[in-house]
T-cell receptor, first 115, second 114 residues
Framework: AQTVTQSQPEMSVQEAETVTLSCTYDTSESDYYLFWYKQPPSRQMILVIRQEAYKQQNATENRFSVNFQKAAKSFSLKISDSQLGDAAMYFCAYKETGTASKLTFGTGTRLQVTL | DVKVTQSSRYLVKRTGEKVFLECVQDMDHENMFWYRQDPGLGLRLIYFSYDVKMKEKGDIPEGYSVSREKKERFSLILESASTNQTSMYLC?????????????FGSGTRLTVV
């Protein structure tokens, strides 16, 4: 079974600084998808960024970017110019190809943003 | 704005009660999912459904059942609630055609069993 590991239960960053959240996963598949979701105190899960495993280019969405290392099975999220609104739980998730396959989540990293 | 709506934000039930958690989506999605979220454990899949009247067990189905009589509605049932089912429950949906773009989630139901 696929597993997703987030080894940092909590992280803290100062406003305007950069922070990197780590994620590793285990799979025997060659084609799959990886996601980062954000869960603010409102509890609404928000998709932050998505990466397709067959694409070598790292995904970027405004201040959010990933470092995807397929051979190392690593998928870290970098948040640049951190803002107070970035404070949330961040979950890394893995999904096989196939329209009915499930998302497997990591245990989450709580990000605090300080002034 | 597309939505996944969970009927209750907070719920308190007694041990042994039968509990229904309801989820409705308005996006005509084929796939629907129920996750349980606990601190330090992340989100764990309880059940999912990829079509009306179809259901598949997830990673932690024990103590739960589901019902999907209509495409837009997916219910999670706790036949006899126990205190170890106190948790946050999240419903999600995805399209069969665009599921690889992620899921749409509801806002969660925080269930307390006393």
């Amino acid at each position: 079974a696929q597993t997703v590991t987030q080894s940092q239960p909590e992280m803290s960053v100062q406003e305007a600084e950069t922070v990197t959240l780590s994620c590793t996963y285990d799979t025997s598949e060659s084609d799959y998808y990886l996601f980062w979701y954000k869960q603010p105190p409102s509890r609404q899960m928000i998709l932050v960024i998505r990466q397709e495993a067959y694409k070598q280019q790292n995904a970027t969405e405004n201040r959010f970017s990933v470092n995807f290392q397929k051979a190392a099975k690593s998928f870290s999220l970098k948040i640049s110019d951190s803002q107070l609104g970035d404070a949330a739980m961040y979950f890394c998730a893995y999904k096989e190809t196939g329209t009915a396959s499930k998302l497997t989540f990591g245990t989450g990293t709580r990000l605090q943003v300080t002034l | 704005d597309v939505k996944v709506t969970q009927s209750s934000r907070y719920l308190v039930k007694r041990t042994g009660e039968k509990v229904f958690l309801e989820c409705v989506q308005d996006m005509d999605h084929e796939n629907m999912f129920w996750y349980r979220q606990d601190p330090g454990l992340g989100l764990r899949l309880i059940y999912f459904s990829y079509d009306v009247k179809m259901k598949e067990k997830g990673d932690i189905p024990e103590g739960y059942s589901v019902s999907r009589e209509k495409k837009e509605r997916f219910s999670l049932i706790l036949e006899s609630a126990s205190t170890n089912q106190t948790s946050m429950y999240l419903c999600a949906s995805s399209s069969a055609g665009t599921g690889n773009y992620g899921y749409t989630f509801g806002s969660g139901t925080r269930l307390t069993v006393v």
